[in-house]
């Protein structure tokens, strides 16, 4: 079976740093892309940062410049390294795993921005 998990969430003071961990298994994870997603309560989900097979990169306006999106493929990992947090970061991250045909999602982890 296919499993993704996320990691690395917590509670931050604003300008602080975050790297979220994205581990999947059951998957030949260097085929797929990783997306990265958030979601508030009451709120649309909202995409954050996308990396492909072949590793372009892909970021939301709103965390272009702070936040970066990388993979490990010997790993199954991916990375979120979040920088300069902001209380509006705060949210449930959720990882994708997607080959085109398919996709698998993490149960997420929450991020919390607050002094």
């Known amino acids: 079976q296919v499993q993704v998990v996320e990691s690395g969430g917590g509670l931050v003071q604003p300008g602080g740093s975050l790297r979220l961990t994205c581990a999947a298994s059951?998957?030949?994870?260097?085929?797929?892309?990783m997306d990265w997603y958030r979601q508030r309560p009451g709120k649309q989900r909202e995409f954050v940062a996308r990396i492909t097979s072949m590793s372009k990169t892909v970021y939301a306006d709103s965390v272009k410049g702070r936040f970066a999106i990388s993979r490990d493929n010997a790993k199954n990992m991916g990375f979120l390294q979040m920088s300069s947090l902001q209380p509006d970061d705060t949210s449930v991250y959720y990882c994708?795993?997607?080959?085109?045909?398919?996709?698998?999602w993490g149960q997420g982890t929450q991020v919390t921005v607050s002094s």
């Open positions: 059951g998957i030949n994870f260097n085929l797929y892309a």
């Open positions: 994708t795993v997607n080959g085109g045909v398919e996709s698998y």
